[in-house]
């Protein structure tokens, strides 16, 4: 065999240990339907994520873990019947996953001659490795001042909210329940300090390093402070102050970009007169004296409501130049909802540049109620995102377990089978709401530049055409008959998607 067929086999073989595998994939798991996935990348790039089970009971306390290929097959499965672990995941170090959460304890009191009963939720952490052999299992007390109140009929207790390694290999831990308290803990989970933080804020504080120094940056509501190596806060700016022309209303996640620059990721008011709840999604890059440098909105119309992520992270990246996004979209719009219905909703997935600007912009699902619950960027450029998929026809009150991963442009690779053709739910465009009386609305990447819509009637021919201006687009079909028409959406006369319209 020549030299040159064996460069080329070689060529082949060496690049595909490379190539980017992308997946949609529903696992039929019970969990809640709303929130409560996490998900991370081990080290030999397959990926492991963690949920609630959505048990019978009203508050279930148990959690199931999945180790997932690369390719989106289940590899391994855990089920921990009796322990809450959707706190938080990590890596550490020895290739080992360490997770958080807690586990119900049940106390006994007694009160006027009279022994109570009560639970409460004591800090836990499972530690591993990725094969899911177990290495430890750790519970830490609650602080001697915590205010028990054994008539208390909920749990009471401090469940292990997020982990954050420390630069001298211990752990700061963020607890929260009646109150939040910052734990500083040993490799070995012994606690070394603590502190106690007032929060009356409803969603839950975060908290980041500070990559200058031992010191963190708690974010509680709109208030920023600055913790120390001792764990004392010290108020350093209110959000308000921040924003240019909206208000932060979810504050779910805040990263460096680099040295200098720090990533947030919001849901904010948007400006709508006599709207009762409008919402968009805001993207800042803030200095280290949280001064903005750049911002970005998704979903600025009165026509449709973009929610941030359920739980846990919005934002991440690998490189700067390349940011994942991911929101929840509402087909619907929140105006036209028929009421008491359960929305269609759809992810979507944006890629930024380093000054925010969009550089691609995909939609995914939009055939049930989709709900983004975490996204980490990947080692392949390339991002992964969990989420709950809730059938809303089904009867049932709780959601399956979605996974998507895509590529650096979060968009999967062009499909080469017909089962990953009927899987594939990704869209560049889509109308809603459909079927409709009056109007419709266009919602289309906002990084496609020269958009139009064609409508045709069941014979073929083409009755309406329009040019649109704006990503999000509002198109009045009064004068169309009732009935059934095909519409087109192009994008540089080329079409990016097709489908029937039905005209009530």
């Known amino acids: 065999m020549k030299l040159y067929n064996y460069i080329i086999i070689f060529y082949f073989l060496f690049s595909n240990l490379f190539v980017s595998a992308q997946f949609e994939k529903t696992i039929p798991h019970r969990m809640n339907k709303e929130h409560s996935a996490l998900i991370i990348e081990t080290s030999t790039n397959d990926y492991v994520t963690i949920s609630h089970y959505a048990g019978y009971e009203e508050y279930d306390h148990s959690s199931i873990l999945f180790k997932i290929s690369q390719d989106g097959e289940i590899m391994d499965s ?12 990590i890596n550490i170090n020895n290739n080992e996953i360490l997770l958080s959460g807690y586990i119900h304890e049940e106390r006994t009191q007694e009160e006027d001659g009279t022994i109570l009963s009560y639970k409460v939720e004591l800090p836990c952490f499972f530690k591993m490795d990725e094969n899911f052999n177990m290495i430890s299992i750790d519970t830490i007390p609650l602080p001697n001042n915590f205010p028990i109140n054994p008539l208390f009929s909920f749990p009471q207790g401090f469940p292990c909210r997020r982990i954050i390694p420390t630069q001298n290999n211990n752990f700061l831990a963020l607890c929260s329940g009646i109150e939040v308290c910052l734990y500083e803990l040993s490799y070995d989970f012994d606690t070394i300090q603590t502190n106690f933080f007032h929060n009356n804020f409803f969603f839950l504080p975060i908290v980041i390093k500070n990559n200058n120094d031992s010191s963190f940056y708690f974010f509680s509501d709109l208030d920023v402070y600055h913790v120390n190596k001792n764990l004392e806060f010290t108020h350093i700016k209110n959000l308000n102050t921040v924003v240019y022309d909206g208000i932060i209303r979810k504050l779910k996640t805040v990263k ?3 040295d200098n620059r720090i990533l947030m990721y919001f849901g904010a008011d948007a400006s709508y007169q006599g709207a009762n709840f409008e919402e968009q999604i805001g993207v800042y890059i803030v200095d280290t004296l949280l001064n903005v440098q750049d911002y970005v909105y998704f979903g600025d119309s009165e026509n449709i409501l973009d929610m941030p992520v359920m739980d846990r992270s919005g934002i991440d990246f690998t490189d700067e130049n390349n940011i994942f996004v991911v929101s929840i979209v509402n087909h619907c719009g929140f105006h036209y909802m028929p009421e008491n219905s359960e929305e269609m909703t759809s992810i979507m997935v944006s890629v930024l540049d380093s000054n925010l600007n969009i550089k691609n912009q995909t939609f995914y699902g939009g055939d049930n109620r989709y709900s983004p619950c975490d996204i980490k960027a990947t080692s ?5 995102i969990i989420s709950s998929k809730y059938e809303v026809n089904s009867g049932n009150n709780y959601g399956h377990v979605h996974l998507l991963k895509v590529n650096e442009n979060g968009e999967l690779s062009p499909p ?4 990953e053709i009927n899987n594939s739910t990704m869209k560049l465009a889509f109308i809603y709401p459909n079927p409709s009386k009056d109007f419709i609305n266009v919602r289309y990447g906002a990084h496609l530049k020269n958009v139009s819509i064609e409508i045709f009637d069941i014979s073929g021919k083409k009755i309406f055409v329009k040019n649109l201006k704006n990503p999000i687009s509002r198109i009045d079909i009064q004068n169309l008959k009732i009935g059934s028409y095909v519409y087109h959406i192009l994008n540089d006369n080329k079409i990016i998607e097709k489908e029937i319209l039905i005209k009530k």
């Open 416 to 419: 080469i089978s017909n089962e």
């Open 78 to 89: 855990i089920y921990f019947s009796e322990s809450n672990l959707g706190g938080d995941i």
């Open 380 to 384: 392949d450029g390339g991002c992964i």
């Open 256 to 258: 460096y970009l680099n």
